[in-house]
């Protein structure tokens, strides 16, 4: 029957259906529904593991003894993986191993919008790329039968659109959210075959990997001239269009009548396929998101194409960009309207910004107060970075904060300074640096804001939240013995909806000449769905200060007389009531106590 | 069909429910939206599209046919990607952004979100989503309001409609959810207005 999946629906079922029996990975948009999904199906182990590196040794281990694994990320997430990446690479594995990495064009929940087409490259891996939620689904079998037939890693790639899109899948089963038992592939028991020159790569058995592995991608250039998931589409054989993944889609309504050579595997690439296009068409076009990877293997073959110099190499396709861009280059007549035609109001932004009630707030304004140079982290904690807040200066990557402080108090910056971090992103990466802090005689503070959840992705386990991904209870790690093991002596835990005690030991830490950590505990109001009755303003009392305009809450807003709060959309937090200073705002319960 | 709304209001479910009518129906059927920052306040949109073939998960500017604004400005920020003579149906709602609380920009009156969007040829209707889902006693009903108003204008029977409500929502809001549904449909009724919009991107 034919259901509606996202792609990140498609691959878990397409996981489980081709007999995966682990799954491994870190929360991460737009990946993290993967491992959600796959985690539901029955006769399979998943984990969140705290870091993608963590996951994909894990899935490594699963695999050398012959289990099928997938291993999820986001694209930055390879980044910290590809240590691990490489070495896989290198030693092949008995069970099939399936990375599905997202990249995110557009940035629309990163930091940054890496191709990470050129890690296949890198690493010497094939990377296959879906164009739609059935593809998604036929990829992830296709992926396992390569990396046991060739022993080697396989990487999938998807990307934001194609993750979070819904399309038509044909699948079996009653009412097909549950596959047919017999469909699902069986694997035999596990077992580790020892086999120390193959999975040991110190250098005398590394030296004897490599031109395996060169060989080894020889060979599956052949496979790609062969096998179908590489197509040629016949056209009216004007224009040639190389394209893979959702680019397809946006091609195959601005060039309805192009040929086109459509891949399903973009490394490596088929050269007599690439050849076979350019002999039946008149001009070749590539149209890929990000960075010119495909047309600079087109081009090496000396066959001539375009690219770049048409479509854009930053953000993310859409129909009308890719029209437009074909319009200017010539290669269709008519662009899509220009959507400002007519528009000359300038409306209202709406930036996401820290949810009503949520207990970072209290952080941010402390140190918005104290002035502190706040080097940040990845979260939900990030949009402490945005007015009115405006309370963190830095923030580049999972983990960097800890470890740029560090180096700012080394060159002796004057500024109270100090690191913050989430409960999750401290587990992820952070434990090091805060290492180096003591190993190194570092005087910096770090502020660990422990919400008990990775918030952020949308509420999953971590190894704080005392529960495991496939829902079973855990011991939670104990984040303060956990720092005073590291050897913090000054560490204290505090409530951050109590304004009074935060202010205070925030001082008394910043102004301390040793190392030092501050747990910032409350469990996420969102997650927890605690609530309590709405604030209420005293207009009376009011001076109009504007004090709880500036915590950036979005149920509070200026009016003529004073300030309103939404009933509607307000937690009953009652920060706004701990910071006004003429007590004119009434919490009947507020989280402080 | 575009939905664009803020976060919390229901968008997702409500585009489910669009899509999966349209595949009930026996179209192709793509859907999209980017829902990372959604629980946050932000601005959140969703493609829908039926057709015989559905290539692009995205609308192509200029070819949305229905606009269904959950929140006031946000419908008047996607009039830029609307077809000629395109439906915007609006829920006579409003969530101030940010810098309207804190009294640095001014939000914009009715008028002039009507302006904005019949100067890009949209016709507008306004609906008291908010106003009957407040009545049935849950906000985040406002949604589905305003689906039961598009379904009179769109080629797909009530049969559809319902079953999948009752399929897609939980057990204990099915009711609810109906209701809010035929809220939506029994004003468009009363108004006597013409149906004839069938075509959809």
Same mark, same amino acid.
């Given at each position: 029957?034919?259901?509606?999946?996202?792609?990140?629906?498609?691959?878990?079922?397409?996981?489980?259906?081709?007999?995966?029996?682990?799954?491994?990975?870190?929360?991460?948009?737009?990946?993290?529904?993967?491992?959600?999904?796959?985690?539901?199906?029955?006769?399979?182990?998943?984990?969140?593991?705290?870091?993608?590196?963590?996951?994909?040794?894990?899935?490594?281990?699963?695999?050398?003894?012959?289990?099928?694994?997938?291993?999820?990320?986001?694209?930055?997430?390879?980044?910290?993986?590809?240590?691990?990446?490489?070495?896989?690479?290198?030693?092949?594995?008995?069970?099939?191993?399936?990375?599905?990495?997202?990249?995110?064009?557009?940035?629309?929940?990163?930091?940054?919008?890496?191709?990470?087409?050129?890690?296949?490259?890198?690493?010497?891996?094939?990377?296959?790329?879906?164009?739609?939620?059935?593809?998604?689904?036929?990829?992830?079998?296709?992926?396992?039968?390569?990396?046991?037939?060739?022993?080697?890693?396989?990487?999938?790639?998807?990307?934001?659109?194609?993750?979070?899109?819904?399309?038509?899948?044909?699948?079996?089963?009653?009412?097909?959210?549950?596959?047919?038992?017999?469909?699902?592939?069986?694997?035999?028991?596990?077992?580790?075959?020892?086999?120390?020159?193959?999975?040991?790569?110190?250098?005398?058995?590394?030296?004897?990997?490599?031109?395996?592995?060169?060989?080894?991608?020889?060979?599956?250039?052949?496979?790609?001239?062969?096998?179908?998931?590489?197509?040629?589409?016949?056209?009216?054989?004007?224009?040639?269009?190389?394209?893979?993944?959702?680019?397809?889609?946006?091609?195959?309504?601005?060039?309805?009548?192009?040929?086109?050579?459509?891949?399903?595997?973009?490394?490596?690439?088929?050269?007599?396929?690439?050849?076979?296009?350019?002999?039946?068409?008149?001009?070749?076009?590539?149209?890929?998101?990000?960075?010119?990877?495909?047309?600079?293997?087109?081009?090496?073959?000396?066959?001539?194409?375009?690219?770049?110099?048409?479509?854009?190499?930053?953000?993310?396709?859409?129909?009308?960009?890719?029209?437009?861009?074909?319009?200017?280059?010539?290669?269709?007549?008519?662009?899509?309207?220009?959507?400002?035609?007519?528009?000359?109001?300038?409306?209202?932004?709406?930036?996401?910004?820290?949810?009503?009630?949520?207990?970072?707030?209290?952080?941010?304004?402390?140190?918005?107060?104290?002035?502190?140079?706040?080097?940040?982290?990845?979260?939900?904690?990030?949009?402490?970075?945005?007015?009115?807040?405006?309370?963190?200066?830095?923030?580049?990557?999972?983990?960097?904060?800890?470890?740029?402080?560090?180096?700012?108090?080394?060159?002796?910056?004057?500024?109270?300074?100090?690191?913050?971090?989430?409960?999750?992103?401290?587990?992820?990466?952070?434990?090091?640096?805060?290492?180096?802090?003591?190993?190194?005689?570092?005087?910096?503070?770090?502020?660990?804001?422990?919400?008990?959840?990775?918030?952020?992705?949308?509420?999953?386990?971590?190894?704080?939240?005392?529960?495991?991904?496939?829902?079973?209870?855990?011991?939670?790690?104990?984040?303060?013995?956990?720092?005073?093991?590291?050897?913090?002596?000054?560490?204290?835990?505090?409530?951050?909806?109590?304004?009074?005690?935060?202010?205070?030991?925030?001082?008394?830490?910043?102004?301390?000449?040793?190392?030092?950590?501050?747990?910032?505990?409350?469990?996420?109001?969102?997650?927890?769905?605690?609530?309590?009755?709405?604030?209420?303003?005293?207009?009376?009392?009011?001076?109009?200060?504007?004090?709880?305009?500036?915590?950036?809450?979005?149920?509070?807003?200026?009016?003529?007389?004073?300030?309103?709060?939404?009933?509607?959309?307000?937690?009953?937090?009652?920060?706004?009531?701990?910071?006004?200073?003429?007590?004119?705002?009434?919490?009947?319960?507020?989280?402080?106590? | 069909?575009?939905?664009?709304?803020?976060?919390?209001?229901?968008?997702?479910?409500?585009?489910?429910?669009?899509?999966?009518?349209?595949?009930?129906?026996?179209?192709?059927?793509?859907?999209?939206?980017?829902?990372?920052?959604?629980?946050?306040?932000?601005?959140?949109?969703?493609?829908?599209?039926?057709?015989?073939?559905?290539?692009?998960? *995205?609308?192509?500017? $200029?070819? %949305?046919?229905?606009?269904?604004?959950?929140? #006031? &400005?946000? /419908?008047?920020?996607? !009039?830029?990607?609307?077809?000629?003579?395109?439906?915007?149906?609006?829920?006579?709602?409003?969530?101030?952004?940010?810098?309207?609380?804190?009294?640095?920009?001014?939000?914009?009156?009715?008028?002039?979100?009507?302006?904005?969007?019949?100067?890009?040829?949209?016709?507008?209707?306004?609906?008291?989503?908010?106003?009957?889902?407040?009545?049935?006693?849950? *906000?985040?009903?406002? $949604?589905? %309001?305003?689906?039961?108003?598009?379904?009179? #204008? &769109?080629? /797909?029977?009530?049969? !559809?409609?319902?079953?999948?409500?009752?399929?897609?929502?939980?057990?204990?809001?099915?009711?609810?959810?109906?209701?809010?549904?035929?809220?939506?449909?029994?004003?468009?009724?009363?108004?006597?207005?013409?149906?004839?919009?069938?075509?959809?991107?």
């Amino acid at each position: 029957m034919k259901k509606l999946m996202t792609g990140n629906e498609a691959f878990a079922l397409g996981a489980y259906l081709s007999g995966a029996k682990v799954g491994t990975g870190y929360p991460g948009t737009p990946s993290t529904e993967i491992l959600i999904n796959f985690a539901r199906y029955p006769g399979v182990y998943a984990e969140w593991s705290p870091n993608e590196k963590v996951a994909l040794d894990v899935g490594v281990g699963a695999a050398y003894s012959g289990s099928r694994v997938i291993v999820t990320t986001k694209h930055v997430g390879l980044n910290v993986a590809a240590d691990s990446l490489f070495y896989a690479s290198y030693t092949g594995l008995k069970g099939g191993l399936v990375i599905i990495n997202a990249d995110d064009p557009e940035m629309h929940s990163s930091q940054n919008e890496q191709d990470n087409r050129y890690y296949a490259k890198f690493s010497k891996v094939p990377m296959l790329e879906p164009a739609d939620s059935q593809e998604a689904l036929q990829f992830i079998g296709t992926a396992f039968e390569i990396s046991e037939a060739f022993d080697t890693p396989v990487i999938v790639r998807t990307n934001t659109r194609l993750s979070h899109s819904k399309s038509v899948v044909e699948v079996s089963g009653e009412d097909g959210s549950k596959a047919d038992p017999e469909e699902v592939s069986t694997r035999d028991e596990a077992w580790y075959e020892r086999n120390i020159p193959k999975y040991v790569m110190v250098p005398g058995f590394a030296r004897r990997r490599h031109p395996v592995v060169i060989q080894r991608l020889e060979k599956l250039a052949d496979y790609a001239e062969t096998n179908p998931i590489n197509q040629i589409l016949p056209g009216n054989g004007k224009l040639g269009v190389i394209t893979a993944g959702v680019a397809y889609q946006y091609a195959r309504e601005v060039f309805p009548d192009a040929n086109y050579l459509k891949l399903g595997m973009v490394y490596p690439l088929p050269v007599d396929l690439v050849k076979k296009l350019a002999d039946q068409v008149e001009r070749v076009v590539v149209v890929e998101e990000l960075e010119p990877f495909i047309e600079e293997h087109v081009r090496l073959l000396g066959i001539p194409v375009s690219g770049k110099e048409v479509f854009p190499r930053c953000g993310e396709f859409s129909p009308e960009k890719v029209r437009g861009s074909a319009a200017k280059a010539g290669l269709v007549e008519v662009s899509s309207p220009d959507g400002s035609v007519g528009i000359t109001a300038q409306l209202p932004a709406r930036p996401p910004m820290l949810c009503p009630g949520c207990a970072h707030r209290g952080i941010f304004y402390a140190l918005q107060r104290v002035r502190a140079v706040v080097f940040g982290d990845i979260g939900c904690y990030t949009l402490g970075a945005l007015p009115p807040l405006s309370a963190m200066h830095t923030c580049g990557c999972m983990g960097a904060g800890v470890g740029v402080v560090h180096g700012v108090d080394k060159v002796g910056v004057k500024d109270r300074t100090v690191a913050v971090i989430g409960d999750s992103t401290f587990f992820h990466s952070g434990i090091p640096p805060a290492i180096n802090v003591i190993y190194n005689r570092g005087i910096s503070t770090i502020i660990i804001l422990d919400n008990r959840v990775t918030a952020m992705t949308g509420h999953q386990e971590n190894p704080g939240s005392g529960r495991t991904l496939q829902k079973e209870g855990v011991k939670q790690v104990n984040i303060e013995r956990l720092l005073r093991g590291i050897g913090f002596d000054k560490v204290d835990v505090v409530n951050p909806y109590d304004f009074a005690e935060v202010l205070r030991v925030l001082k008394d830490h910043l102004d301390a000449d040793e190392p030092s950590a501050i747990v910032a505990r409350y469990p996420c109001v969102l997650f927890t769905r605690e609530r309590k009755p709405s604030c209420t303003v005293d207009l009376e009392a009011c001076n109009q200060c504007g004090n709880c305009l500036r915590i950036g809450c979005s149920p509070i807003s200026k009016v003529a007389d004073g300030v309103s709060i939404d009933p509607a959309l307000c937690n009953g937090c009652g920060f706004c009531a701990e910071i006004c200073p003429r007590k004119a705002i009434n919490a009947s319960g507020g989280n402080a106590n | 069909m575009l939905i664009a709304g803020v976060g919390g209001q229901g968008t997702i479910l409500a585009s489910d429910i669009l899509a999966e009518v349209g595949l009930q129906c026996g179209y192709d059927v793509k859907k999209s939206e980017v829902h990372g920052m959604s629980q946050r306040g932000g601005a959140v949109e969703s493609h829908v599209r039926w057709s015989d073939k559905v290539y692009s998960p *995205q609308i192509e500017t $200029g070819k %949305v046919d229905f606009l269904l604004g959950f929140e #006031m &400005l946000e /419908a008047a920020r996607w !009039a830029k990607v609307l077809a000629p003579g395109a439906v915007v149906l609006i829920n006579r709602h409003r969530v101030s952004p940010p810098s309207v609380n804190l009294g640095m920009e001014t939000y914009p009156g009715e008028g002039e979100i009507e302006k904005i969007i019949s100067n890009r040829g949209g016709l507008v209707h306004w609906v008291e989503g908010t106003g009957i889902a407040q009545e049935l006693g849950n *906000q985040t009903l406002a $949604g589905v %309001v305003l689906l039961g108003r598009l379904s009179l #204008m &769109l080629d /797909a029977p009530e049969e !559809a409609w319902l079953s999948t409500i009752s399929r897609l929502v939980p057990e204990k809001f099915i009711d609810l959810n109906v209701l809010a549904f035929k809220a939506g449909r029994k004003i468009f009724e009363a108004k006597g207005e013409s149906i004839c919009e069938t075509s959809v991107s």
